[in-house]
């Protein structure tokens, strides 16, 4: 019998050890691990853990406080409140928060999606900016209206950093014109096993290989505000140029220049407009639709021409 309180009493000092700054007594934790491991045969390592979970609950402090760091989650990952999770997000918008509790309100957001954030103003976090990415560590989920949230306590930590997180897709559309065609594009040839571009034959990852023939544009686009790096596909080129696999082949037949097909592709392309709908990717604006419209834009101009020859008229210039 005093071979079972001694364990308890040093499984009770273990515990306590990861709450030393807290008031806790001794007698409750002895209590809670005495009925665990000699009444319901818990192992003790599990009856610890119950334990300990309990006391976190009881006090409502970030794990970190007592055992490290939460882990870290993606956005798409948070079901439940009451988690305790680091994220690392890009700050998506801001609110005006409407209630003197909160100091900050608005959406974070990850490549797998975007979650409303608060942060309490009791917890004195420095404030986030649009546009910026950060490492939010020990923040806890929450349920509001039905929806999972985030909470910014005085646990949690916002950390700035340098790298850029990415949003999930979303759909825009610019319209602008094809400024300038990359390297790699036109009449290429693709690795049976990776579907990478190789040259020569050769995959940088399977070396010599299998290969495949394959149309693509990387282009870049310029709407007078931004420039968007694009990639064009076969089918987004067929449709614009009439030139797809089998077309380029009868070119270089004729040719014997696999080069040749990209002549051919920039002369259609190259300084015309384009209406693109697409995602934005990290680095390149994946094209969905492409259509011209430069045919719309001639006949505007078309139209535009023809009123200031007839007001020329109208006024005897
Ligand atoms: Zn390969």
């Known amino acids: 019998m005093a071979e079972k309180e001694d364990r308890i009493k040093i499984l009770t000092e273990r515990v306590l050890s990861r709450f030393e700054d807290y008031d806790i007594n001794p007698k409750e934790v002895s209590k809670r691990l005495s009925l665990l491991i000699n009444e319901f045969k818990v192992p003790e390592e599990e009856a610890v853990r119950t334990v300990t979970n309990y006391i976190i609950k009881e006090l409502d402090i970030s794990p970190s406080e007592t055992f ?37 309100v608005g959406l974070i957001g990850d490549p797998t999606g975007i979650i409303k954030f608060v942060t309490w103003a009791k917890s004195r976090k420095p404030e986030v900016e649009e546009g910026r990415s950060y490492i939010f560590r020990n923040v806890v989920t929450d349920s509001y209206g039905g929806r999972i949230q985030v909470n910014i306590n005085r646990n949690s930590e916002i950390i700035e950093i340098d790298e850029d997180i990415s949003l999930p897709p979303r759909e825009i559309e610019v319209v602008g014109a094809l400024v300038a065609i990359q390297q790699n594009s036109g009449f290429i040839q693709r690795c049976k096993t990776c579907n990478r571009v190789i040259k020569k034959g050769i995959c940088a990852v399977h070396g010599k290989t299998e290969s495949y023939d394959d149309l693509r544009i990387k282009g870049v686009l310029d709407d ?56 934005r990717g990290n680095r390149y604006f994946i094209v969905r639709e492409i259509e011209a419209i430069d045919g719309k834009a001639v006949e505007f101009a078309d139209s535009v021409l023809k009123e200031i020859e007839s007001l020329k008229k109208e006024i005897g210039v």
């Open 68 to 104: 490290g760091e939460s882990p870290i989650k993606s956005i798409s990952e948070l079901s439940r409140s009451g988690e305790w999770v680091t994220l690392k997000v890009k700050v998506f918008q801001l609110w005006d928060a409407d209630s003197p509790n909160v100091s900050q």
């Open 224 to 279: 007078g505000m931004n420039f968007y790096e694009v990639i064009l596909n076969e089918e987004n080129l067929k449709s614009l140029t009439g030139i797809g696999v089998e077309e380029a082949r009868e070119i270089v037949k004729e040719s014997l220049d696999r080069e040749s097909v990209l002549e051919e592709l920039k002369k259609r392309l190259l300084g015309y407009y384009f209406r693109v709908r697409g995602s």
